[in-house]
């Protein structure tokens, strides 16, 4: 039995979910952006609430294959401070792409919602439309260093310096 083959298989379902995340993101926060009808973008809005759940699954099984892949190819602790440099490279990654997932991406839907909310009422407060455009720069540029993250762990796996 391969056990690598097997690890492997599991480790890029993980990939692919998190790359979900990252394609049909940026596809409904466009979607989200141009929809003037205020109903539509609070739909819009849940929709990438949704698609974003996803991602915690994604990083569970990416942290569980991945230990079975250094299991099955011998990679300890302490390797990933000399021969295999380039993993703990990548975990160092992993955990910041983690964490905003975890903190800024949840933040930025609450508030969201919460301006949307304030958006229905009939004496909306005056800055509404200044913080909406605040929050959704932040979402471009988190979607943005998301990004680059998973493409510099893609190419740390790959090229493994
Ligand atoms: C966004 C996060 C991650 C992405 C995009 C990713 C991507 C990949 C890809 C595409 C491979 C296959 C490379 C190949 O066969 O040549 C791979 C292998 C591997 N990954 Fe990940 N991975 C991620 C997270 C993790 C984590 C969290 C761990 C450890 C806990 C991990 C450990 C490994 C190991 C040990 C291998 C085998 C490398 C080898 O061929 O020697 N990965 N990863």
Redesign the pocket.
Known sequence: MNWFAVS?FF??I??GM?FTVLIAGPIIEANYRWENDLRMKQHAAKLLRSVGLLSPFGALV??LS??A??VV?N?TFANLFGSAAW?GM??IL?IV?LTIGMTTSPKIARQRAMLLEQMNQLNPPEDVNDKMSSLNSTQTISFLVQWIL?LL??LL??F?P
């Open positions: 492997l480790h890029l993980g990939v998190i990416l942290v991945g230990i892949n250094m190819k990679i993993l990548k975990l992993f792409l998973v762990i893609l796996t790959l493994k």
